[in-house]
C-alpha cells in the first residue's frame, strides 16, 4: 500500500467465503513475491495469546532465513521468547501484552513488507485481542498490512467488535449474493 500500511477486516456470517477471499488474495501476495504471515484463533483454545504465538513463530521463521534481525529487536527478545518456539517457554496470560505486541510488530518490520492475516478473531483470547489492537494501531506508521477475518455473529466479544472503529480500520462486510448474482457467478463459471 505505497510503503504505508492498512488495516482491513473481513466481516459476514459464517460459510460465505471470508477465509477464501483471503486465501486467494494472499495467494496472489505470494505469487508475486510478497511476505504473508497467517496467524488463526481457535474455538476453545485453552492457550493464552495462540494466535500472538502462532504469528511471533512465523516471523521468526522468516528472520531466521533472512538474517534482517537488527538491534531494534534486542529489547524485545526477552519476551519474544515467551510466545516464539526458540525460547521452549509456553505462553503465559502475565505478559505485559502492549509490549509484546509492540515487539512483534518490530518482528515483522524486520523481516520486511508484508501481510499479516488474521484469521477467526470471533475465537481470539483477551490477550490476543489485546495485541491485536495493538497492532491495527501500529499497522499505519509500520507499513503493516493487517487482513483480519470476523464473524458477524452474536457471540463476539464487544472488545473484538471494538476493532473494527480503529482509526483507519475499514470494514469489507460480505453479504449473501441475489438471485441474480448467482446467475450471473453461474453463467461465468460455466463460459455462458
Known amino acids: 500500500v505505497g510503503g504505508r500500511g492498512a488495516v482491513v ?109 488474521l484469521e477467526d478473531l470471533l475465537w481470539a483470547d483477551a490477550g490476543s485481542v489485546e495485541a491485536v489492537r495493538c497492532w491495527v494501531d501500529a499497522a499505519p506508521a509500520a507499513g503493516l498490512v493487517v487482513l483480519a477475518t470476523l464473524r458477524d455473529d452474536a457471540r463476539v466479544a464487544p472488545a473484538v467488535r471494538d476493532l473494527l472503529r480503529g482509526d483507519g480500520v475499514h470494514e469489507l462486510a460480505l453479504a449473501r449474493l441475489t438471485a441474480r448474482q448467482s446467475e450471473s457467478l453461474v453463467r461465468l463459471v460455466a463460459g455462458a
Open 9 to 117: 477486516f473481513v466481516t459476514g456470517e459464517a460459510g460465505i467465503g471470508k477465509s477464501r477471499l483471503v486465501a486467494e488474495f494472499a495467494g496472489e501476495l505470494r505469487a508475486r513475491g510478497r511476505v504473508v504471515i497467517t496467524g488463526r484463533a481457535v474455538e476453545g483454545s485453552r492457550v493464552p495469546l495462540r494466535l500472538v504465538s502462532e504469528v511471533a513463530t512465523s516471523a521468526v521463521r522468516l528472520l531466521d532465513e533472512t538474517g534482517r534481525a537488527g538491534p531494534t529487536l534486542t529489547p524485545f527478545w526477552p519476551l519474544l521468547a515467551h510466545v516464539a518456539p526458540a525460547g521452549g517457554v509456553a505462553p503465559s496470560a502475565i505478559l505485559p501484552v502492549p509490549a509484546l505486541a509492540s515487539g512483534v510488530v518490530e518482528l515483522l518490520r524486520c523481516v520486511g513488507p508484508l501481510m499479516l492475516v
